[in-house]
Structures are given as C-alpha cells and as structure tokens.
T-cell receptor, first 113, second 114 residues
C-alpha cells in the first residue's frame, strides 16, 4: 500500500517569512495529492490539491509542487501570517483506491508575530 | 461542511463496552470513510464504504466494524472498547464518483476509553 512521509514535524517561522513542507510517497499509481489545514480542535480542511498531470498549482499565498519522478510534493506558503499557524497534512491517493487517503504525519506550523 | 454530521461529538466509555459512532450525510455521496487521528500518526483509515452494504477494511481495522444500510448513514462500532482506541474519529465523504477527488471531513468525535 501507499506510504507517505512528511517533514518537518514542526516548523517555526517569523511573520512574513516563507514556509515549506515536504512529502514523499511510495505508490507510483497515486495521482491526487491534497493538503489539509487543521486548526486546534477543528476538522481538517482542504486548502489546495494537485493532480499528477500538473507540476505546480498556486492559490494566492499558497502553492504546491509535484515531482512525479522523485515521488515528492511540497507545500509552499509565502508571506506567512499568524493565522497560518495550524497543523498541515499532506495526503496521497489514486489508482483503484476508491479515494482512500494516506496521510503524512503532520507538520505543526507556528508563525510568530 | 458538505452536509456531514457526526454523533456523538464527545464520549467517555469503559473498557470492554461496545460503542457506536454515527456519520450522517445529506448530499447522497457514494464514498464514505472513517479515520482516526492520533498524535504523530496523522489520520489513518479504519474502514470505508463505496455504496450501501459495500464496505472494506482500511489500514487500522482491527477491533472495529462498520455498517452502511442507507446512503446517508455510515456507522462505526467498537465491539469491545480498549484504551488503545482512545482517539479522535473523523468521518469523511468523497464528493465525486470514482474517488481520487476532494474529501470533506465531519467535525470529529473525541472518544475516551477509561
């Protein structure tokens, strides 16, 4: 089955800096890679996703890149703000997996004012 | 919230008792999932359903069973609760046929087994 590794487990940045979170996956059949943000006590919420036919996707201050050859994908947050502080999860799914998501272990992002 | 409701939101139960968690959706989605969330592990799939009466095991299914007798309801049962099943449980739905698309989560159920 799929295995997703996520790094770093914690990330601390100053407001205005950029933050990068990286994930690797093992199953070459995976073709959909979402990123979720989870605030304390809340449900995970989708913030951006990318499919395997695309190398990069942007949405305002966040972007995701995908390298299918190396089987890794990354989340980039620019001009970080305190409200970006949360736990971020990457995930992967694809092939005949019925949409089952395999998640990374999560990254606790703290943005200091 | 994609019309997903979990109940109860919080539960404390004793070791050895059966517990059932309910996930209810209002948008007639075919695919539903149960995940558990534990520190250091992210979210892990327990069971999933790809239609009424169609279910299968996920990564961490031991000690759990599920049922889906109606499109809108997906029940997760802990047959005999253990302390290792203390966790936050999230139900999710996938909005399009064939999966591989956006998943939306319920609010979660915090279960404590004492």
């Amino acid at each position: 089955g799929e295995n997703v590794e996520q790094h770093p487990s914690t990330l601390s940045v100053q407001e205005g800096d950029s933050a990068v979170i990286k994930c690797t996956y093992s199953d070459s059949a995976s073709n959909y890679f979402p990123w979720y943000k989870q605030e304390l006590g809340k449900r995970p919420q989708l913030i951006i996703d990318i499919r395997s036919n695309v190398g990069e996707k942007k949405d305002q201050r966040i972007a995701v890149t995908l390298n299918k050859t190396a089987k890794h994908f990354s989340l980039h947050i620019t001009e970080t703000q305190p409200e970006d502080s949360a736990v971020y999860f990457c995930a992967a799914t694809g092939g005949t997996s019925y949409g089952k998501l395999t998640f990374g272990q999560g990254t606790i992002l703290t943005v200091h004012p | 919230d994609a019309g997903i409701t979990q109940s109860p939101r919080h539960k404390v139960t004793e070791t050895g008792t059966p517990v059932t968690l309910r996930c209810h959706q209002t948008e007639n989605h075919r695919y539903m999932y149960w995940y558990r969330q534990d520190p250091g592990h992210g979210l892990r799939l327990i069971h999933y359903s790809y239609g009424v009466k169609d279910t299968d095991k996920g990564e961490v299914s031991d000690g759990y069973s599920v049922s889906r007798s109606k499109t809108e309801d997906f029940l997760l049962t802990l047959e005999s609760a253990t302390s290792s099943q203390t966790s936050v449980y999230f139900c999710a739905i996938s909005k399009q046929e064939g999966g591989n698309t956006e998943a939306f989560f319920g609010q979660g159920t915090r279960l404590t087994v004492v």
